[in-house]
C-alpha cells in the first residue's frame, strides 16, 4: 500500500528566505506522480506542482521547485524567497498509475509553515 | 471558468439525522473523487467516480455513507444516522481524466468543501 510521510509538523522560515519541506513516499510501482498542495487558513486546497516517476529533471513552477530523489523516495518541496504570503497547510500527495484505481492521490498529514516578517 | 463547486458550505445536524452534501465538478471533468478531512489532520479518501460509476469506494468508512453521480456531473454524498465522528470538512475534486495511464499528471481541483458538524 502506498503511503505518503511528511515529518514536520511545523515549520518557520524567516521572509525571503529559502524552505524546504520534506515528503518522502513508499511504493512498489513503478509509475507514479507526486503532487504538492497548499491550503492556506480559509481552506481552500491549491495546486502548486508536480513530479512524474520517470520525469529526468526535477520539477519547477515559479517560486516552487521539486527536490526529487528517487532512489531515496523523496520528493521535497523548495519554496524560494519566502513571502507572508506563503504561510499555510502544505500537503504532499502520490498518485500510483494502476489502471481502474481511478488515480485517487493519497496524502500526507501536511507541514504547517509560518513565514516571519 | 467556474470551479468545484460545493453546497452547503456549512451544515449543522443533530446526531442520527441524515445528511446530503453536493458536488458541482468542473464542466468536461470525467473525474470525481470525495475526500474528508478532520481538523488539523491530512485528506482521507472517500470515493472515486468515473463517469456514473465508482470503480473505488475503498475509502467509505462505513454503510452509512453512500455517493452517486449523475449525468456525470453532479454528485451527492450521503451520510445517514449521523454520528459526532463524522464531523469534519468534506471536500470534493475533479480531474479532467481519471483512468487512463496517460492521465497520471493531471491534478486535482478541489471546491471549497462542506463543513459538517454534528451535535
Known amino acids: 500500500a502506498q503511503k505518503i510521510t511528511q515529518t514536520q509538523p511545523g515549520m518557520f522560515v524567516q521572509e525571503k528566505e529559502a524552505v524546504t519541506l520534506d515528503c518522502t513516499y513508499d511504493?512498489?510501482?513503478?509509475?507514479?506522480?507526486l503532487f504538492w498542495y497548499k491550503q492556506p487558513s480559509s481552506g481552500e486546497m491549491i495546486f502548486l506542482i508536480y513530479?512524474?516517476?520517470?520525469?529526468?529533471q526535477n520539477a519547477t513552477e515559479g517560486r516552487y521547485s521539486l527536490n526529487f530523489q528517487k532512489a531515496r523516495k523523496s520528493a521535497n518541496l523548495v519554496i524560494s524567497a519566502s513571502q507572508l504570503g506563503d504561510s499555510a497547510m502544505y500537503f504532499c500527495?502520490?498518485?500510483?498509475?494502476?489502471?481502474?484505481?481511478?488515480?485517487?492521490?493519497?496524502f500526507g498529514q501536511g507541514t504547517e509553515l509560518s513565514v516571519k516578517p | 471558468g467556474a470551479g468545484v463547486s460545493q453546497s452547503p458550505s456549512n451544515k449543522v445536524t443533530e446526531k442520527g439525522k441524515d445528511v446530503e452534501l453536493r458536488c458541482d465538478p468542473i464542466?468536461?471533468?470525467?473525474?470525481l473523487y470525495w475526500y474528508r478531512q478532520s481538523l488539523g489532520q491530512g485528506l482521507e479518501f472517500l470515493i472515486y467516480?468515473?463517469?456514473?460509476?465508482?470503480?473505488?469506494k475503498s475509502g467509505l468508512p462505513s454503510d452509512r455513507f453512500s455517493a452517486e453521480r449523475t449525468g456525470g456531473s453532479v454528485s451527492t454524498l450521503t451520510i445517514q444516522r449521523t454520528q459526532q465522528e463524522d464531523s469534519a470538512v468534506y471536500l470534493c475534486?475533479?480531474?479532467?481524466?481519471?483512468?487512463?495511464?496517460?492521465?497520471?499528471?493531471?491534478?486535482?481541483?478541489f471546491g471549497n468543501g462542506t463543513r459538517l458538524t454534528v451535535t
Open positions: 475534486a475533479s480531474s479532467l481524466r481519471g483512468q487512463l495511464l496517460s492521465s497520471y499528471n493531471s491534478p486535482l481541483h
Open positions: 511504493t512498489s510501482d513503478q509509475s507514479y506522480g
Open positions: 513530479q512524474g516517476s520517470y520525469d529526468e
Open positions: 500527495a502520490m498518485r500510483e498509475v494502476t489502471y481502474n484505481q481511478g488515480g485517487k492521490l493519497i
Open positions: 464542466s468536461g471533468h470525467t473525474a
Open positions: 467516480f468515473q463517469g456514473n460509476s465508482a470503480p473505488d
